[in-house]
């Protein structure tokens, strides 16, 4: 199966779902990563699933709650690290996981995580290399380095 990723066009990467392929952005600040976001969104479709990965402030909040913007016209979003879960309704609804808190992947049963990969939105798990079996086969992986109001470089793999 191949997905076409945002910013594809003469430039830009086909990215196969299988294969190990993976495109870097530079992004000089945050306004950048907002605009990357906006783009990351216009190629986003239920049913798809984005795990992302960088260190605390690295701006994977900021990334999710400006891919909500691009898709529902506003800013819905909050941190959800006491709640693990939060979901933004819209055409299509957004589900935003944060996984930074997960201990031990057999905790994901009594939380009911895996709800949130139903087909009928699109789902973004921070931290998800806490649990690698909750994401479905073919999601997509953001890894975010830089943080505060300085420079950084997303991989899209």
């Not at 430039?11 to 600040?29: N, Q």
């Not at 709650?65 to 055409?91: C, I, K, M």
């Not at 201990?103 to 290399?129: H, M």
């Amino acid at each position: 199966m191949h997905r076409f990723f945002p910013g594809e066009g003469p430039c830009g990467t086909l990215l196969d779902s299988m294969s190990a392929a993976s495109e870097i952005r530079s992004l000089p600040d945050l306004a950048a990563l907002q605009a990357f976001a906006a783009e990351f969104a216009r190629g986003l479709r239920p049913g798809d699933a984005v795990g992302l990965s960088g260190p605390l402030g690295a701006g994977k909040t900021t990334f999710v709650r400006a891919v909500v913007r691009a898709l529902h016209g506003e800013d819905q979003t909050s941190s959800p690290t006491f709640t693990f879960w939060h979901r933004y309704p819209g055409s299509p609804p957004v589900d935003h996981l944060d996984l930074y808190r997960v201990d031990d992947p057999s905790e994901l049963t009594e939380l009911g995580l895996e709800d949130a990969f139903d087909g009928t939105s699109i789902v973004f798990a921070e931290w998800w290399r806490n649990a690698p079996g909750l994401l479905p086969d073919g999601h997509r992986e953001l890894v975010f380095e830089g943080s505060g109001d300085g420079p950084r470089t997303v991989t899209v793999r």
